[in-house]
């Protein structure tokens, strides 16, 4: 199967294997400036360990994709404490984040794929990020990702040539190849009917046991929830622990 | 194309730019017209501004002589005053010099011989006996022609409304004909080529050009030429002669002589700065189109774009991909470019008799230019990268 990269994201994790991929402490988020600033978090306190599925739900508007992005080191944390894999987000220098991004993989609630690349080429964007692979190497990997999601033989299909699930396994396919510690999920489900849903995830949760990577998965889908180990419930910014029934 | 496919897998990196480009063959090749347009418009200018100063210098490059005179009030060829040839004769003084020559220009008007149409030729009288045009054609038996009473020597590449005169030369017929008031005939031909002042050329000797221009008085000369001693550097004797003749006659240098006649196309008329604006037109044409189409395209692809942003890839990886759509756009638009200018200056050069043809460093120019062109826009588009945010796509 597929063998795990030697590249920074492994050596970083490796040194890491015992604490936490995720520590949030005192998590507070605002947008907005001057009297118009709202407070979007409140006090957000939780760990991910290494091979947790765990999912995120709540009402819209209840800040658990703010919460996503901060994870993702897409936004800067503004007060508390947040560590992804090992590295404090809080005041990291942009060349921190760009490191941290790189060792995340994220699959949107759009697929979101290049629509100029092929499914192999698209898969290979998220490989070229991590030196040390010649490029033969590279297209293999991608090939064996694309065959281990089921699109052994759509390759060379643009993302137009793809259905609604097709396209989101790519972009698992995208998110995984590079064997993340950590996988950022929005609703990957949402745009798909509840048959490719259930495959999506399926297929996601199988992938992250043989990776052991550890998924945040934010849902509204309660078709899911069997495959999680542990459901956090977002509620005006808080959050709210449930175990798995 | 799948071997396409191929190639672009072989590669050490997904050429991001050149799949981006060429994802949308309809837009892309709408993109390249409009470059190659701009392209093709600096071209046209650029080579009719050289053909310009090029043939306006025709009759200067093949005059033989290292020092020149005029009168201070002269211009250029088709605004020639006149000096007393005693200063031409003076600088036979000068230690170095080995000739001198005076050189008579002026319009005249001939007629058709074939029409009866009349237009304005270019009239040159030379000493017949003396070493002093370098020309194609132009062999010593007919100059000894001109030193017959009223023969004319005519420019074979005039324009054609001069008449048939090669034609019937070399059919044998006898071609006579009026210039100003005078009948001559004409005893042969020579090349020289028509300039943006003049349509056409015919060359006699000293005495038929006076002939011609009966009111030009004896003693009165349009341009002197000195020819110098094999050896001798004309710098400091151009100095000297400075020195010691008198305010009422101009010394040249062979360079000057041919920078005076081209500063005044270029500057003293309308026609360098008109030239000038076309190629600032088409530079503008070109920022104006590449800035669109890579605009389209980062707007287009903007989702995808902060999903790299996401995904880790550093801003200046994405200004590279723009600047590399630049790039692109700008060679891809020029080779065609290129290929039609060639096309076009042929048929100018044919339908104008003028000399324009590609050139070396035109050549480059343009490709500076628009890949210039192609930078400015770039410069200008990835403003629009700012908006493409990582944290809005979840």
């Given amino acids: 199967m597929l063998t795990p990269l030697l590249d920074q994201a492994a050596l970083t994790s490796a040194q890491n294997a015992v604490e936490p991929v995720v520590k949030a402490e005192g998590v507070n988020h605002y947008f907005g400036e001057g009297s118009l600033r709202k407070q979007i978090l409140f006090d957000i306190n939780f760990v991910l360990q290494p091979g947790e599925i765990v999912l995120l739900t709540g009402p819209s508007g209840s800040g658990k994709t703010t919460l996503l992005t901060l994870l993702g080191a897409l936004r800067?944390?503004?007060?508390?404490?947040?560590?992804?894999?090992?590295?404090?987000?809080?005041?990291?220098?942009?060349?921190?984040?760009?490191?941290?991004?790189?060792?995340?993989?994220?699959?949107?609630?759009?697929?979101n794929l290049l629509r100029s690349l092929t499914a192999a080429q698209n898969v290979r964007m998220a490989l070229e990020l991590h030196n040390g692979l010649a490029p033969q190497q590279v297209q293999q990997r991608a090939e064996e990702m694309l065959a281990a999601v089921g699109l052994g033989d759509r390759v060379h299909s643009y993302p137009e040539q793809l259905s609604g699930g097709q396209k989101q396994r790519v972009a698992i396919a995208r998110a995984l190849v590079s064997h993340p510690k950590l996988v950022l999920a929005d609703e990957p489900t949402a745009a798909l009917d509840s048959k490719s849903g259930r495959e999506v995830v399926t297929l996601m949760e199988k992938l992250a046991r043989e990776q052991g990577c550890t998924i945040l998965m934010v849902t509204h889908d309660n078709r899911i929830l069997d495959i999680a180990d542990r459901v956090l419930h977002m509620e005006d910014g808080r959050l709210e622990s449930q175990a798995v029934a | 194309?799948?071997?396409?496919?191929?190639?672009?897998?072989?590669?050490?990196?997904?050429?991001?730019?050149?799949?981006?480009?060429?994802?949308?063959?309809?837009?892309l090749l709408v993109a390249l017209a409009g470059i190659a347009f701009a392209c093709i418009l600096m071209f046209i200018q650029l080579g009719f501004q050289d053909s310009l100063l090029e043939s306006a210098i025709r009759f200067h490059v093949a005059l033989k002589g290292e020092i020149f005179l005029v009168s201070p009030q002269s211009n250029a060829l088709i605004a020639m005053n006149t000096f007393s040839q005693r200063r031409l004769y003076q600088t036979l003084g000068f230690e170095g010099v080995r000739a001198i020559?005076?050189?008579?220009?002026?319009?005249?008007l001939w007629k058709n011989p074939e029409t009866r149409r009349t237009r304005s030729i270019f009239v040159v009288g030379v000493d017949p006996s003396a070493d002093l045009l370098d020309l194609p054609e132009l062999t010593p038996d007919k100059l000894e022609e001109i030193k017959k009473a009223d023969v004319v020597l005519f420019d074979r590449r005039s324009r054609s409304e001069f008449?048939?005169?090669?034609?019937?030369?070399?059919?044998?017929?006898?071609?006579v004909t009026e210039v100003g008031n005078r009948r001559v005939q004409v005893g042969g031909l020579f090349e020289m080529g028509a300039t943006f002042g003049a349509d056409g050329t015919i060359l006699t000797s000293d005495l038929n050009f006076l002939r011609i221009f009966p009111q030009r008085g004896r003693g009165l000369v349009d341009i002197g030429v000195v020819q110098l001693q094999p050896g001798v550097d004309p710098d400091p004797l151009v100095r000297q002669m400075r020195a010691l003749l008198p305010e009422d006659v101009r010394v040249l240098s062979r360079a000057e002589f041919i920078d005076m006649e081209q500063t005044y196309w270029e500057e003293g008329t309308a026609i360098g700065f008109i030239f000038g604006l076309g190629v600032v037109?088409?530079?503008?044409?070109?920022?104006?189109?590449?800035?669109?189409?890579?605009?389209?395209?980062?707007?287009d692809h903007l989702a995808e774009y902060a999903t790299l942003k996401a995904m880790g890839y550093t801003d200046t990886y994405l200004l590279g991909v723009v600047f590399q759509e630049a790039i692109l756009l700008a060679g891809l638009g020029y080779i065609p470019a290129f290929a039609l200018s060639v096309l076009l200056y042929d048929l100018t050069a044919n339908a104008t008799l003028l000399p324009i043809a590609m050139t070396f460093n035109r050549a480059v120019l343009v490709l500076g230019l628009a890949v210039s062109m192609c930078f400015i826009s770039g410069a200008i588009a990835v403003r629009r990268l700012r908006a493409a945010d990582p944290a809005d796509i979840f």
């Fill in chain 2, 281 to 299: 037109m088409g530079f503008i044409v070109g920022i104006v189109i590449v800035y669109q189409i890579l605009y389209t395209d980062v707007s």
């Fill in chain 2, 163 to 175: 008449g048939p005169i090669p034609e019937w030369l070399e059919s044998g017929r006898e071609v």
């Fill in chain 2, 1 to 27: 194309m799948y071997s396409l496919f191929s190639v672009a897998f072989i590669a050490r990196r997904i050429p991001l730019a050149w799949l981006q480009l060429t994802r949308e063959k309809i837009r």
């Fill in chain 2, 101 to 108: 020559s005076p050189v008579y220009v002026g319009f005249a």
């Fill in chain 1, 76 to 111: 800067s944390v503004q007060e508390g404490s947040l560590q992804v894999l090992g590295q404090e987000l809080r005041g990291a220098q942009p060349s921190t984040l760009i490191q941290i991004r790189r060792q995340v993989g994220y699959i949107f609630q759009a697929h």
